[in-house]
């Protein structure tokens, strides 16, 4: 099957402001494709690119270079086509908190060029699959984030789009609304639609079909979740050292295991990790305050493709 989103060799890069400052290369030679019915994740740090390459998808903003087609279409020539097939909530919360829910979704729909009976079937539709049939005429700033977001994501599926865009549609929510907005996208993939999302939470990166992983504007992994984790062999080993470069020069020597540093910590990955710990320890007295060992996780993996850790990266 053809890919619903194809992107190739895409880029885009910010002028300088007017006064002073240099250009800001925001996206730079990004290539790859997503299915039908996939939830594509989308994960970075702020200023990763995540947002650039949203707004392009969403036919919002003109990239600099490369090439983007959505169904087949490219989004520059036929931008009008694709924004008819697309469903996009924003991260920004967008929705009229002074109308109704219902007042809300109705709006939207007639911007779509719904209205009489079927936007109101369209709606009803919508909020039953949601669980928020019995809060159609109630105020929307007296809902929690949780059930404004389900609001939102009705919104976006009005119009029937055969793809979701969702830029951090879980932002600013507590663990149990979380929960309940993934299990929605998860009964859409099942049902077609593909759902590309941004995210900076690891745990929802988890849930993805497939995972992008961006750091200062390039595609720095690919894969799904769990390949990713695999790709590291063995255990994640951290070290807190008073002299982090004395030894990480030692274990390179004595056993051949190349590391990372950060700050004053060493990141190592080494097969039976746990058998390794006394070894590291005893010959090396007075260079160890703290270790821990563990399994791989997709912050490690965002280590090892880019040398840092994923939340100190400054935005």
């Known amino acids: 099957m053809p890919p619903v989103v194809d992107v190739k060799n895409l880029e885009h890069v910010y002028p300088a402001p007017r006064r002073s400052g240099e ?26 690119g995540k947002t650039t390459l949203f707004r392009i998808l969403s036919t919002a903003l003109r990239a600099s270079g490369g090439t983007v087609s959505v169904l087949g279409k490219d989004v520059r020539s036929e931008s009008d086509f694709i924004r008819e097939k697309l469903g996009v909530v924003f991260q920004s919360p967008s929705l009229d908190k002074k109308l109704t829910v219902m007042e809300n979704l109705v709006h939207q729909g007639r911007l779509h060029g719904l209205s009489g009976d079927v936007l109101r079937q369209k709606i009803a539709h919508h909020l039953e699959r949601v669980g928020m049939s019995d809060r159609s005429g109630e105020m929307v700033e007296r809902l929690s984030g949780g059930l404004q977001r389900r609001v939102e994501i009705v919104r976006g599926l009005l119009h029937g789009p055969e793809v979701l865009l969702l830029d951090e549609p879980t932002s600013s929510l507590d663990p149990g609304a ?46 799904t979740p769990m390949a990713l984790k695999k790709a590291i062999r063995g255990d994640v080993i951290s070290v807190t050292s008073p002299d982090p470069v004395r030894l990480a020069k030692g274990i390179l020597e004595r056993f051949g295991c190349p590391s990372v540093i950060m700050d004053k910590t060493l990141r190592l990955e080494r097969n039976e990790g746990h058998r390794f710990v ?28 880019t040398g840092h850790r994923f939340w100190t990266t400054t935005p």
């Open 23 to 48: 250009p800001r290369w925001a996206l730079k030679d990004v290539s790859f494709s997503i299915l039908r019915g996939e939830i594509f994740g989308v994960l970075g740090p702020n200023g990763g």
């Open 178 to 223: 979380r929960k309940d907005v993934w299990t929605y996208l998860d009964t859409l993939s099942q049902e077609g639609v593909t759902v590309l999302v941004t995210t900076h939470v690891m745990e929802e990166a988890d849930r993805c079909t497939r995972l992008a992983l961006f750091d200062e504007g390039r595609l720095v992994a690919l894969d």
């Open 278 to 305: 006394p070894q590291l320890v005893e010959a090396f007295p007075g260079l160890v305050e703290t270790l821990s060992v563990g399994k791989p996780s997709l912050d490690d993996v965002f280590v090892r493709h």
